[in-house]
């Protein structure tokens, strides 16, 4: 890919080699502006945007969900926890007519809200039962000493279980960052208009209207498209192994 991005129209057309014969920066900033009306920066924008969004409405309302599940009691806790569980089970393509009839019906076609709010109402069930799992692995000596020191639940969520849930929340993050911003079936069902759409679904509209001559720009913008991917990753792999390893505390 990185090699077809520094290809001219005639060598992508013509050549199999991994390395371009001939050098050809060009197809960056066609690629940037080939589309009418909107440059790829949009698209940035907007994939940024969603996704951060994202990262903090998992965050919180999964790590709130977490706690209650993980450290309080509350009649048919096991219940619940059981039908959340489930919902893993589902997958996501069933439920999309549902969703998109109950959108339709707020008016949130064709704007970020459907794949912003469902995140902050802690639908992801993967991300509760991994910090669930993670916080059962914290020992309850710690919870039973803030409240002798007068904490109540808020208070050992705040100072107790959230310092040492970082690692889980940092897994979150990089998780929700990362399928969000390559995701490309629900943001092609819910986003339509240039301005609205997601680098996944701009790098489609290259192949609907540019041929074959877009192939290289296509390319260069995927290029740029994988890099938000490899450094929010590279910047925070130690954390992501230390959460999915770690059930407990380090001695």
């Known amino acids: 890919m990185l090699g077809t991005s520094f290809k001219s129209p005639t060598e992508v057309n013509s050549s199999n080699s ?62 619940w926890f059981a039908l959340m569980i489930a919902t893993l089970l589902l997958p996501s393509h069933v439920l999309i007519v549902p969703q998109y009839i109950l959108f339709n019906y707020f008016g949130w076609i064709s704007t970020p809200l459907p794949l912003i709010v469902p995140k902050i109402l802690a639908t992801e069930a993967f991300f509760i039962f991994l910090m669930v799992q993670f916080m059962r692995g914290i020992p309850r000596d710690l919870d039973e000493a803030a409240k002798i020191d007068g904490c109540s639940p808020y208070g050992v969520f705040w100072h107790i279980i959230l310092p040492l849930s970082k690692p889980a929340l940092v897994t979150t993050a990089i998780f929700s960052f990362i399928w969000t911003w390559n995701d490309f079936f629900t943001q092609l069902i819910y986003l339509s208009g240039g301005e609205n ?19 290289g720009p296509m390319f260069a913008m995927s ?29």
Not at 42 to 48: C, G, I, Q
Not at 66 to 74: C, N, P, V
Not at 223 to 239: E, G, K, T
């Open 18 to 79: 991994l390395r371009p014969e001939e050098f050809w920066p060009q197809n960056y900033p066609d690629g940037w502006k080939a589309l009418p009306s909107v440059t790829f920066g949009r698209f940035f924008l907007n994939s940024t945007v969603i996704a951060l969004a994202t990262v903090v409405g998992n965050c919180v309302s999964c790590l709130v969900a977490a706690y209650a599940f993980a450290r309080l009691r509350f009649p048919l806790r096991g219940l």
């Open 197 to 215: 759409l997601t680098i996944p679904v701009g790098l489609r509209m290259f192949q609907d209207s540019g041929g074959q001559n877009s192939i």
């Open 223 to 251: 290029v740029l498209s994988l890099l938000p991917v490899f450094l929010f990753f590279v910047a925070f792999q130690r954390m992501l192994v230390q959460g999915i390893n770690t059930s407990g505390l380090k001695g």
